[in-house]
Structures are given as C-alpha cells and as structure tokens.
C-alpha cells in the first residue's frame, strides 16, 4: 500500500509475465491517484476480477476500474489506436466511464498495421521463432529506435504525416516480400483510419510526466504499472527470447518521463510457482502430467492469445535476478491458493551447470538451457487457502513456503493473494 514515505510505486512482474499484475494494480490503485503503464502495448493482458464480473486489459491501465483513477499511457507504450479503440468502448459498454480519465503522452509511438504484418511474417519466416503475441510490439519498437516510428504527436499535422505513412508502408512491404509473405501495407487504408482516430486520441494527449510531478506535488499517490515481466526485459531477460521494451523498473522512469529519483518503492509480483508463454528457456520447467495438472489448477492459458502457459516449479534464481535489476523492495506472491492440492513442493533454489554451482543468472541462453536446477522439497498443506485474509490463519506448512520463497528471493513478502477476487488478498 501507499504510505507517507512511499507515494510513487513501481508494479513490475518478476518472473515470465501473468504474475497477476492486473489483479495487485487493482488491489492498490484503490489508493491511487493516477496509474500509469511505462512500456509494451496491447501485448499485455492483465485480468481484473470484482465480483462476478472479470476484465482483461491490455492497454488501459489496471487501475480504471476505480471511478476516480487517472489513466495514463506513458511515452514507452507503444499503442495500436485499434484497439484501444476497442477496449475504451469496452469499458464504456459495460459500465465504467473511462474516456475523460484517459490520458497518452505526446511522445508515444503508434502500432500500425503493418508492425502487425511484420511481426506474423518474421515469425513465420523461418528465423528464430520466439513466439511473439503478434502484436506489432517488435516491429514498432524497431521502428522506435531506428528513429522511424510514428508518435501521436505526428496526428496534429495529417498531412505532414501521409508522405511519411506512405515511406513506411513501402519500408514494410519490401521487408514482408523478403520474409516471402503475400501480405501487403496499405497507405491509404492507413490514413484513412488515423484520419478517423486521430480525433479522440489528439483530446486524449497529454505530458505524462507533468501530470505525475504535479499529483505528486498534490500529495497525490502514482502507481507505474508494468507489463511483461523481468524476465522478459530487452536487456535484463532471456534474450532473445523476450519483449522489446525495458520491463524492469529502470523502464518505468524513462517510460513516463520522470526521474528515478521520484520513485519509492519498487514492488514485484511474482506467482507462488512459475509459468512462461512463448518460446525460450524456463530452467524449472515441468513435463507431461505434472504441467497438465499445474496449468490446469492454474487455469494457465493466455490472457491475450488463450495459448497454455507452460508451467514450472517456483524458481528462486529467477527471482533473485529480478531482485537485483529492479531493486526490489517488496514482493507480492499470488496464486498460492493455486498449490492448496500438493502432497509436496518443490521449489529451486540455485542452478548447477556440469556439475557445479551456476552462480548468478547466465546470460547466455544456450547454458540457461543446460543448467539443471537444484531444489528443495517442502510439505504441502493441503488445504484451501482461499478464505484465509491474515497470515496467522494461513496453515503452517504454507507460512513455511512463503517464508522459504521470501529468504530465497532475499525480498519481504508484502502480499499473498489466495484468489483472482479482489477481497482475496493478505496484507503482511
Ligand atoms: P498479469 O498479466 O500479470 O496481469 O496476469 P494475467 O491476468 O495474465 O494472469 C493471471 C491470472 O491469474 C488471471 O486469470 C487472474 O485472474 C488470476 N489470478 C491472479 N491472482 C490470483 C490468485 O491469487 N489466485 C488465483 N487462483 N488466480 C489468480
Ligand atoms: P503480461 O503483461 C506473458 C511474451 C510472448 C513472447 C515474448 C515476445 O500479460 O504479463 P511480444 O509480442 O512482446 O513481442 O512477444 O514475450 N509476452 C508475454 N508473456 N505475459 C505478457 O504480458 C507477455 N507479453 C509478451 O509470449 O514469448
Ligand atoms: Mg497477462
């Protein structure tokens, strides 16, 4: 929660992604006056559950679901106009009046169809398949560093901006004939629909890091809401098995056009065990029956593409990792209510590599597919841990789980969450 001393958090997601962001922004943005997403785009999808009724979001931040909650997108999102578009009218068909809280920075980069082009065809094109959403994330991020993006700021000037729509799309299309896709851009199509979006994202766009310097000026409290996770950062992830933007905290400052100094607390979200969608290496990873029953307990299936999530004990390397590039200085385990069946659990603690210790996180994929994990094996408690609110009315044998997750991760455990509900949440 927020305090006196803590009024800007970062929520980052420490392990693969689909920590349960969504439902610990949800928790917290109840004292939030605004929540800001700092990087990825429609490629998240963070579920938000109140009551009976369940919400995947994937641009909108995590916090709209409170009326009085600021919306923002900050520069390092890329957004697909379409579909938050789609998502906007989402909300506002079932209920929450989120249009005059959005806010997008000046400075964000558009995914435009053709990113989604690129993105399919060089998944498909016989390179290194990383099994990407197919979201455009890559390709408009490409675009972003190589200094030939499209930003919203572009909108205000369309006619300024069609020869340039008109240079990409045939950009794209040489790139889509080389990975031997049929598919073609289209520059008319294209302005035609910014044309007809430009309106509403231009009465939307906002200086970002001006609204969070002015709330926290107000005494106000920020939320910067990650996605993706740590381990799936450009730079500090599994690379090249991950996303194109930086996840990790560092991220959320460049990402909203603060300084780091502005930020207090640094929470992560990790699950009680581990899951990765996508390809790329996953050191505790479990076969056959035992992933079937785990992503079945867990209901481990994409919020965004629906694929299964390939499931795997509780990695404490991983989350050490995380630790480090974060900075860390809380963790919110969810899910744990997901283990409530086990006889036992068992939980990685370091990795060997021929034989002898790994030491820290290799950056080298091809021994990250060789390490062997090693574990250690606690009781289960076999019982349902989804009513319990305290941590004394946790059984035991799960209190000594988390206890051994918190000493291995070397972070104190701030929340447990017991249940994708709102109400089923532990405050430690
Ligand atoms: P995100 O991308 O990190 O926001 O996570 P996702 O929404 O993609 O995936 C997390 C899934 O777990 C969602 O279906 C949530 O509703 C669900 N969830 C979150 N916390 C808990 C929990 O403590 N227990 C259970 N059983 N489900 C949870
Ligand atoms: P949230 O925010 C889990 C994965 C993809 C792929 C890799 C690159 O819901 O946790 P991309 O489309 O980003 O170029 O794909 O990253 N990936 C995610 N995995 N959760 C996500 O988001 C993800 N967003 C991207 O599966 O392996
Ligand atoms: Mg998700």
Redesign the pocket.
Known sequence: MFSESARCIVLV?AQW???????ITDVIAEQATIVARYQGGAN????V?VGEEQFILHLIPSGALYPSVRCLLGNGVVVDPWTLAEEVDMLEGRGIDISRRLGISWRAHLVLPYHKLLDGASETSGGVQIGTTRRGIGPAYRDKVARAGIRVCDLVDLSALRPMVVERCSWANSRLGAFGSDDRANATEIMDHLESVAPSLLTRAVDVGDEIRTALNARGRVLLEGAQGSLLDVDHGTYPFVTSSNTTAGGAAVGVGIGPTVIDEVLG?VKAYTTRVGNGPLPTELKGEEAENLRTL??EYG?TTGRPRRPGWFDGVVVRHAAAVNGLTALAV?????LDSFDELKLGVAYEFDGADQGGFPARTTRLDRVVPVYETLPGWKRSTTDCRTMETLPEKARAYLRRVESVSGVPIRYV????GRS?IITV
Do not use: Y
């Open positions: 997601g992604g689909d920590e349960g962001k969504g439902k998240a999808g963070h579920t559950e979200v867990g209901g919020a969810t899910k744990l209510d997901v969450s017991v249940g994708s089923q």
